[in-house]
């Protein structure tokens, strides 16, 4: 049986799903947080170690100024009401990307990392202001700058994800069948699930069907 610790999601299809059937794409990000709730406890129900979500890209500045508000807003509120119960199942917040925000998120994303660094049952990795490509710039950047070898594990130490082992497992929900500048260093020996489902259509059966499929 293969073991799987780290998986890693793109969660595509909240803006669609909230046109389809509630006529805004902020209900849609709104529906796709309960997602997110149901995920991260089979996570915890199947002792997997690492969950990285893929919520908010480099490229999703283009978004409508409206709609980003909202994201933040909604980050902003789901950190301060679930931040306590992460803390209380042993779970652990690390935000991965740029982290070019407004202070309040700033602040509300150093406290929620701060509150739960020490615990250990699950490690979610949050990416916002998250790009593969500049990821690894950056990474070569801090190299050079440290006058360090270029190699594999310099490499891999020196980027958002250090320290972190990669993911076996790779879901994108939405019926999209591309990598949209993600993790592209870490999931080079990924299995790579596509799902047709929106993310607030998918559901826990989906999830255990894709670790058993793995396993």
Known sequence: ???????????????????????????????????????????????????????????????????????????ETFLKKKIDEFNKKNIKLKIIGEKKFPKNIKDILKKSENLTKKNSALQINLALDYGSKKEILNAIKYISKNKLKISENNISNSLYTKKIPDPEVLIRTGNTNRLSNFLLWQISYSEIFFSKKLWPEFNQKDFIRIIKKFK
């Open 1 to 75: 049986m293969n073991p799987l610790n780290h998986v890693a999601i793109i969660m595509d299809g909240n803006g669609r799903w909230g046109l389809k059937y509630k006529n805004s794409r902020n209900k849609g990000h709104k529906e796709g947080l309960k997602t997110v709730e149901k995920i991260i406890q089979i996570t915890i129900n199947n002792k997997i170690k690492y969950l990285t979500l893929f919520a908010f890209s480099t490229e999703n500045w283009k978004r409508p100024k409206s709609e980003i508000n909202y994201l933040f807003n909604l980050l």
